[in-house]
Structures are given as C-alpha cells and as structure tokens.
C-alpha cells in the first residue's frame, strides 16, 4: 500500500515536470532570447536595403549582426529577427529567418571574418546551446516514460530512475542558458554594438531559467519518494521477518 506522502511528492513531482517541459519547448521555439534596442533610423538608413539582405543574402555572421543593431533586431536558438516599418500604417512588423541545420554547426570566427582565425570557444557554446535543450526533453520525455511504466508495474524502484533523469536534464537547460549568454557576450566583445544600441535578455531565456528549478524540484521530489518508500519497505520486510 502507498503512503499518502509518496503519492503525493509523485503528483507533484509530475506537475512541476509537465510545466518545466511546456516552459522550455516554448523557449526553445521563441526567438527573444536576446535583443538590441536601436535608436530611431535616420533617413540615409536603408531599411528595405537591409531587409533585402538580412532575408536573401546567405548567411554570414557579421552583416546580419550588423543589421540586427540597426533594425532592433533579436536572437534565439533558431531564429533571428529584425523589425522593419510598413509603408502602409507606419508601424513596425517581425521578419525572422531561421537557422539551419548546417548553419549550427558551422565554425565562428575571431572578430567575425571568415578570414580570421576560428574560435573554438564560441563554436562549441553555438552548438551546445541548441543541442542540450534538445538532451534536456529528450531526458524529460524518457523519464515521463519510465515513470508511467512504474506506474503500470506498481513499483516505486523506477522512480530513482525518474529523479535522476530529471536531475540531468536540469543541468542541461542550465548549461544550455549559460552557453547562450557566454556566447552573446563573446559575441559583443569581438563585435561591439554601435553607441546607442542596447542589449537586453530576453523573455525566451527566461522561460528557460524557470525550468531549470522546476526540473530539480521534480527531479528531489521523485529521489525523496524513491529514498522514503525504500527505507519503508525495509523496515516492514525486517517487521514481517521478526
């Protein structure tokens, strides 16, 4: 028979892991996690210029950085926005253009030339930062289907399992917004933005930052359950056995 407690910390354990995975798939989605605030362009600006070349042009790291100071542009782990004005009601709308597969694996460079010497550094923080969101679901999703074979099984040994897949999936959403931010301000160090454009994080990265405790909260709750239940039964394995 299960104790009130256990069932309780698994209920809870399930709703804080259900949550966590909704936050982080709808940043891992959403393309604010960082963005520049420009200053107004002025009228030698070409903005559809810039469009053109932002949308169109292949991809290199310097120009769209470029554009993206000027048209208040943001970053995410597969998008990358600006905001151009419409003609027609002088209001600003979002263009994004993702990013490829093959474009997030490809090697950044010092001082964004391809010329220049690449940067090891910021190469492995690109790729870990879209990869370990990716592990960190994965790890979630596993650990949702481990829990409901326990669950079917009517054991409590699974839900070890449970605790420390969850346990590992936290640290991957942390080092996924940790690589993300070292990365933007490397990326800031080798390429300033301009005087009058400013950097903010965004709400994307937020959501990640909240399924991080989320995913350890769950990730306790299910290792406390597991611990509590084990010792339970042993003791009335031992009674049983006197």
């Known amino acids: 028979m299960v104790d009130n407690r256990y069932a309780t910390a698994l209920v809870i354990g399930s709703v804080l892991s259900l949550l966590a995975a909704v936050y982080l798939s709808a940043a891992v989605g959403t393309q604010h996690w960082f963005q520049y605030s420009s200053p107004p362009a002025n009228r030698t600006t070409n903005v559809s210029r810039l469009r053109e070349d932002f949308l169109r042009s292949g991809f290199n790291e310097k120009n769209h950085t470029d554009i993206m100071f000027h048209l208040n542009g943001s970053l995410g782990l597969w998008w990358r926005c600006i905001q151009v004005p419409r003609e027609s009601d002088h209001t600003f709308e979002t263009k994004c253009e993702p990013f490829s597969l093959n474009q997030q694996f490809m090697p950044k460079y010092k001082n964004l030339d391809a010329n220049a010497e690449e940067d090891l550094l910021r190469t492995y923080l690109w ?4 990869l370990l969101p990716l592990v960190s679901l994965a790890l979630v999703l596993l650990g949702g289907l481990v829990g409901v074979c326990a ?9 070890l399992v449970v605790g420390v897949l969850h346990f590992l999936a936290g640290l991957c959403t942390l080092g996924s917004v940790c690589c993300f931010r070292a990365g933007v301000d490397l990326l800031d160090y080798y390429h300033p933005p301009p005087k009058g454009v400013k950097g903010s994080v965004g709400w994307s990265l937020y959501l990640a930052l909240i399924s991080f405790p989320l995913q350890m909260m769950a990730a306790a ?10 010792k339970n039964y042993t003791r009335m394995m031992a009674y049983r056995v006197a």
Not at 127 to 130: A, E, L, V
Not at 151 to 159: A, I
């Open 151 to 159: 669950c079917l099984c009517r054991s409590f040994t699974p839900t």
């Open 221 to 230: 709750l299910f290792l406390w359950a597991a611990k509590s239940h084990r």
């Open 127 to 130: 790729r870990c930062q879209f």
